[in-house]
């Protein structure tokens, strides 16, 4: 009986020591710096999403804000900016990116999830960047944001999960482990 309760003992003790071992070396893997430049697939281009819209079924010279047209128009480069494509190797990557910070979900200071996107602005001027631009951040407990021009890191793990938001469609998902200012 006294070698069954010593066994159960190490084995919680080896059991314990292999978890915390596990969450420190998960904790302190290096994450991978990206650049915005690396969530868009090779040979993609801006130009490869304008070129898919037939623009001589609209009258560009006479179109105006309010003209029904000009929203069938919008609505449909909308349309491809929130369907451009993304790089798929990037599931599961522990990364940080450098952006802006575009709240979503607060209360008072504290940001439960926003868009992380490259330049100041983006995703308040139309259109949004393509979705290959902007990541879905979801922080962990909440984030205390500075001010709104001054760009963060963000550091966790990617996926690739779409999200809609009326600010934007963002092709990525970022589970955020640490969120520090930009130096």
């Given at each position: 009986?006294?070698?069954?309760?010593l066994?159960?003992?190490?084995?919680?003790?080896?059991?314990?020591?292999?978890?915390?071992?596990?969450?420190?070396?998960?904790q302190?893997?290096?994450?991978?710096e990206?650049?915005?430049?690396?969530?868009?697939?090779?040979?993609?281009?801006?130009?490869?999403?304008?070129?898919?819209?037939?623009?001589?079924?609209?009258?560009?010279?006479?179109?105006?804000?309010?003209?029904?047209?000009?929203?069938?128009?919008?609505?449909?480069?909308?349309?491809?900016?929130?369907n451009?494509?993304?790089?798929?190797?990037?599931?599961?990557a522990?990364?940080?990116?450098?952006?802006?910070?575009?709240?979503?979900?607060?209360d008072?200071?504290?940001?439960?999830?926003?868009?992380?996107?490259?330049?100041?602005?983006?995703?308040?001027?139309?259109?949004?960047?393509?979705?290959?631009?902007?990541?879905?951040?979801?922080?962990?407990?909440?984030?205390?944001?500075?001010?709104?021009?001054?760009?963060?890191?963000?550091?966790?793990?990617?996926?690739?999960?779409?999200?809609?938001?009326?600010?934007?469609?963002?092709?990525?998902?970022?589970?955020?482990?640490?969120?520090?200012?930009?130096?």
């Amino acid at each position: 009986m006294k070698s069954t309760v010593l066994n159960i003992r190490i084995w919680v003790t080896l059991s314990a020591c292999l978890l915390v071992s596990l969450a420190f070396n998960a904790q302190a893997r290096e994450a991978t710096e990206l650049q915005w430049e690396d969530l868009m697939p090779a040979g993609f281009t801006y130009k490869s999403l304008r070129d898919q819209i037939d623009y001589s079924q609209y009258d560009l010279s006479s179109l105006s804000d309010d003209d029904p047209e000009a929203q069938r128009l919008y609505s449909d480069m909308t349309q491809l900016l929130a369907n451009a494509p993304v790089v798929d190797a990037l599931t599961g990557a522990h990364i940080k990116l450098a952006g802006f910070v575009v709240p979503l979900e607060m209360d008072g200071d504290a940001v439960y999830s926003f868009l992380l996107v490259p330049y100041y602005g983006a995703c308040i001027h139309t259109p949004p960047p393509p979705s290959n631009q902007i990541v879905f951040v979801q922080t962990q407990g909440g984030y205390e944001m500075g001010p709104a021009d001054e760009p963060v890191y963000v550091s966790g793990t990617l996926m690739v999960e779409a999200q809609q938001s009326e600010l934007g469609s963002s092709g990525y998902t970022l589970y955020a482990g640490n969120i520090e200012p930009y130096l």
